[in-house]
């Protein structure tokens, strides 16, 4: 469904050379998706996507309209000139392939803003301008042709010459990671940390051990692990006459323990797997991966345990399925890669593709 600004259509600059990553920006996976899938997914409310590249061909997989650019080594201003110039509507959102965290809120909250008064608008926080998460209007268009002839490819020039609006950050319920992007390796460690799966599957089906295997590879490469269980039977206790235990009894809705190396809570207000990696994430150091055992029914990519003896099919939604652990299903028969159970070396590389790890 359309969003409700009809003048309104929307953009993503793809022809960029990722000269500092080293490899294309807009192939990138965060969470398991590429970044210029989750653009383009977040982005359809507003209608049709526009995607400015460097060669016709790049990302003719997504089916989407492609402008290429004509002035070579002019940097986004082109990509921005060849957009506006085939765009049907007055004004067209515009963000960089490199920013997996813009969303569709952040794009209706700046239309909320077009008028007649300005040509362009803007976000800003308080250290940047933000010219590759704006709003431009057709009218810009002469002035950036302008620019391009006279060898003068700064967005900011668009800016002086144009009546433009800059819309504070400050003020909204949108935070500056919202209009982050991802320029280096470095930044893109941080903003994957942690990896977050579910190895999903029936009790008893061996989900525990293939974690513990898991742990050991991860380990190996060098990377730290969390893990969240899910009790599925509500029998999650204490040791039975134990202070925290006798606590619990007489009606303390938490309890907690603490020693110089760990502590451990437990509180009767039932918290889901999001919060709960939330508190990982918030730790002071966070792991590197964090694991979910059990979470059939969870959003999040998963391994599932497939074993005959058990339950010999596959239960979890397919399109949350990484990969298949099973000792009764085929690989041919199903449509993710499948591994035996003894296989934890090809369960590792399959997660390490996954991810897009750089281990």
Do not use: W
């Amino acid at each position: 469904m359309k969003d409700r600004h009809p003048e309104l259509s929307v953009a993503i600059l793809a022809g960029g050379m990722s000269s500092r990553m080293g490899k294309d920006k807009a192939l990138i996976k965060i969470e398991g998706e590429r970044i210029i899938d989750r653009l383009t997914k977040e982005l359809a409310c507003f209608g049709d996507v526009t995607l400015s590249v460097a060669h016709k061909n790049d990302y003719s997989y997504l089916g989407l309209k492609t402008v290429v650019d004509e002035h070579k080594e002019t940097g986004p201003i082109e990509g921005i000139r060849s957009v506006l110039s085939v765009a049907d509507s007055e004004y067209v959102f515009i963000c960089a392939s490199d920013m997996p965290f813009i969303s569709k809120e952040l794009v209706s909250y700046l239309a909320g803003y077009i008028s007649s008064d300005y040509d362009c608008y803007v976000i800003a926080d308080e250290d940047h301008i933000h010219p590759l998460c704006a709003i431009y209007s057709k009218k810009v268009l002469p002035v950036i042709e302008e620019l391009i002839d006279e060898g003068s490819y700064r967005l900011r020039e668009i800016f002086r010459k144009v009546r433009t609006k800059y819309v504070s950050l400050e003020f909204t319920t949108f935070d500056k990671n919202t209009v982050r992007n991802i320029n280096t390796k470095e930044e893109l460690r941080e903003v994957r940390k942690p990896f977050v799966f579910c190895v999903s599957g029936y009790s008893d089906s061996g989900k525990t051990g293939l974690i513990v295997k898991l742990i050991n590879e991860f380990i190996s490469a060098g990377m730290t692990v969390g893990v969240i269980k899910h009790d599925g039977h509500d029998c999650h206790r204490d040791m039975p006459g134990s202070d925290t235990d006798r606590c619990r009894e007489a009606g303390a809705i938490a309890a907690a323990v603490l020693s110089e190396s760990s502590f451990s809570i437990y509180s009767k207000e039932s918290k889901g797997e999001d919060e709960l990696i939330c508190r990982m994430k918030e730790m002071d150091s966070p792991p590197d991966v964090i694991i979910l055992e059990g979470f059939k029914k969870s959003p999040h990519p998963k391994i599932e345990v497939v074993r005959k003896a058990v339950n010999p099919k596959s239960e979890c939604d397919i399109s949350t399925i990484i990969c298949l652990v099973t000792d009764c299903i085929s690989p041919e028969s199903f449509e993710r890669p499948v591994f035996g159970p003894e296989d934890i070396k090809g369960v590792f590389l399959c997660l390490k593709e996954y991810f897009d790890m750089e281990i």
